[in-house]
């Protein structure tokens, strides 16, 4: 669906991106992560033409990518606003029409979603006589009025309050049940996790890392395993013997407790089981995955700790 | 194109439905029509009864001018052609304060000179030439044809009036012309002022409030900034037009309820009968109708006026977007607003200087200048051109439309690049590399 190729740009003397290449694939949802001044604001806006890349390529459907394409792309800026003195009604033709609809079909598209968001009565309202949540839900109609292909979101659920992260991430999960391709940039690793397929991580300029979310937590993972039983501490701990080594303990109270442990040497799961199964009573033993965030404060912490040195 | 023009369409929108755009439609003319009150019933020397000499060589008058006797007037003829020195110094003239000279040619090339000791107002001007004007009428009919009076005003060509200074006689430019010029001039100043002032609210605002970014999602930054600049002047121009159509009406207004002594009472008697006729009258008779419509080359002026304000608008709102999409902050565009505020009054200035020294090197060189051409360029024009010299308002305009186009261009780099940029100081070397990019 999309394609960046070998974007590169500078500002001041400063690369900004350098090299960055990767795909959004049909009806996927890609998180584009980094931290603060990575990069990510500066891509959304070469994607969506506001500024020019120094190098390199956006395919768009297979095809380079030409201003007319932009009618088929829904984009939320991480700054974004809206007329305050504008009805909202006014206000979401007139962004619907810039973005190549007509009237009547803005028109139309304008009262489904006011009332799908229950919010009918709000046409005729000013943007500064709306609360700051229902300003909100203006802006990500104006984002999605257009019935776009590919919706690209700039931190999305910053600024939002919690009702209306709810309402973006159940809206997103349909936008990707009717097959559309999104492309998200955020700092929340939680929704990363709930709605992401897959995920690029780029950090000052550079893309670190790309693939599927299980994937990327599977690489990462450091051979972490929780086990939780009832019975007694100590029986536990002596079972262990040293092929293992416990990071951490959790006492749940009547005798029940949570470890989190990593194996040593050539053990595996049937080891720890075998070794514990007669001392304690098992509930549960799982594999732990690092989260994303953790994913991303190792990818991007090296970096920044070479550069301390 | 299709999005310039909703662009456009949003920005006329929002400046029609704004109380202060609405308040300066209705408010601005108001004031317009004030001072033209103040000036028509002020301007010039008051007195309750002027002396007038009619030096009619030829007897062409016959010694009367008026069947009724105007109060306002205490008339002698003299049968003698006396030069302006004369008049001018001569103790036994000097108990005249105005003097009409009526050469033999007088039939012919249709022209009346007045010259005056102090100068008196329009309405005494008007006067006095309406009863020339008559008493020609009546010997033109007499001696020339067989049409009726009535018959003969509907087809006849106006006399030409010039005004002159008994003691600068040889001053040909009418001030009062010079003015009627600098008004024009002033008031395209005043409308870049405020609506450049309009554009660079909007251009900051959309930048504050972070909508441009969502709208350049859909439009690039020159599209954007074509429509707002197209905008903001059709609504200029619209706001022009209703000044141009209340300022109209109320001088109408103004000339019946305040001014009807402007009529001659003949004419007020023959008003029922002839009415077809008689507003025509009217209009030639409003004082400010006759100033633009006879000493100004009035079709001229309304052209050119049009084109300078389009093209000032055009180079000076190229300044004021680009303050507007530079700034990192809104106090940061107050400081960079105050020069071009600056040299929109040194423009008003230049004009002002133009109606003293038309001639001077200066005022030329002011003409060319973009800054301040349209205001000189208004003056000279009320002035007239002198045969041949027609081409420096036409290189005037296009140095104007030339650096329209440049600054435009420049502005709209500046625009490109500092419209996404918040929070910075802006300095001079930041918009020159703005304008490399």
Redesign the interface.
Known sequence: MLTIEEISKSYRRQKILHDINFSVKEGEILGLLGPNGAGKTSLMRIINQIIDQDRGHILFKGKVMRSADLAEIGYLPEERGLYKTMSVHRQLLYLARLRGMSKKDAKQQINFWLEKFSIEDWGKKRIEELSKGMAQKIQFIATVLHDPSLLILDEPFSGFDPVNIELIRDEIKRFKKEGRTILISTHNMNSVEAICDRAVLINQGEMLLEGSITNLRDQHKEGLYEICFEGNMISFANALWVGYEIIEKIDKGENQFCVRLKMRKENSINDLLNAVMGQVKILSVHEVLPGMDEVFVQQVQPKKEVEDE | MN?IL??AK?EIW?RLTTRSYISLMIIGPLVVLGLLYIFLSSTGAKKQSWEVLIMDETELFENKLNPKKDPLFSIDFINAYIDYDEFANDKKFQKYDLAVWVNERVLKNKNVIISYRSKPSELVQRRLAHHVERRLEEILVKEFSSMSLKEFRAIKQPLQFSLKDTYDPRDKRSETSGWVGFVFGSIIIFFILSFGMTMLRGVAKEKS???V????????PSQLLSGKILGIGFAAFIQFVVWGVLISLGLWILRIVFFPDLLDPAMVANQLGEQANEVNSFAQQSPFVELIYKQIQYSNMLVFFSLFFIAGYLFYSAFFAMIGSSVGSESDGQQFVIPIVMILLLAIVAGYYEIYYPDSLLSEWLGYIPFTAPTVMMVELSYGFSNGGAWKLYLSLFILMISAIVFLILASRIYRNGI?Q?GHRLKLPLLLRWIKK
């Open positions: 999005k909703l662009i949003r929002e409030n972070r909508i970014e969502v709208l350049l999602s859909s439009v690039s996404l918040f």
